[in-house]
């Protein structure tokens, strides 16, 4: 059990059903009536901030989220194969768990999968990845002053935007995060 008055930022707790993480905290003693804890809060499941006040002898039962490298397989589908890198166990997930940067990740990579109770909520992919630049249209000698870039399609099949001096084949950086071009590999 955890007690409102012990908040910390990151701290994961249940509450109503859903599972909570602290992203900021307040204690906060007015000068009249009784002191209370202003919060904000992040649905781990869904994502969704929300404000909320409770008083400092709230009690919510501690949550445990496990966080577990695991390595990308394949995908059949709507289906997305992930082996545990310890008990080489294969557990396929769906979809709509995976996020938009999921579009950088190619097969054998590690990600970091997310779950409370055995139920995943959550892939990351890796914060950087190398990849090869498997299309894009050669650069026009001029125009540089600008900091131009370019289209540039890559081994996974998504579509980024390049510097002109970067060429098909070669292998580059990405911040999975923002998706964008970090340097040559």
């Given amino acids: 059990m955890i007690v409102a008055g012990d908040f910390r930022n990151g701290v994961t707790f249940e509450m ?3 599972v909570y993480s602290i992203i900021e905290f307040q204690h906060v003693k007015p000068g009249k009536g ?3 804890v202003r ?5 781990v ?3 969704a901030v929300i404000e909320k006040t409770f008083s400092p002898t709230d009690k919510f039962e501690e949550a445990r989220i496990d966080r577990k490298d695991m390595q990308y397989l394949y995908n059949d589908d709507e289906l997305y194969y992930f082996m545990d890198m310890e008990s080489f166990e294969q557990i396929p997930l769906n979809k709509e768990l995976l996020s938009d940067s999921f579009k ?3 097969e054998e990579m590690i990600c970091k999968v997310s779950s409370y109770k055995g139920n995943v909520f959550m892939v ?5 990845v190398e990849l090869v630049v498997s299309e894009c249209e050669p650069g026009v000698r001029g125009d540089t002053a600008t900091g131009a870039s370019k289209n540039a399609t890559l081994e996974t099949g998504a579509v980024i935007r390049v510097p002109l001096f970067i060429n098909e084949g070669e292998k580059i950086r990405i911040d999975t995060r923002t998706g964008e071009y970090i340097e040559r590999a």
């Fill in 16 to 18: 109503d059903g859903a």
């Fill in 39 to 43: 919060t904000k809060l992040r649905n």
């Fill in 124 to 128: 990351e992919p890796p914060m950087f």
């Fill in 45 to 47: 499941i869904t994502g």
């Fill in 34 to 36: 009784a002191a209370f």
């Fill in 104 to 106: 950088f990740v190619k």
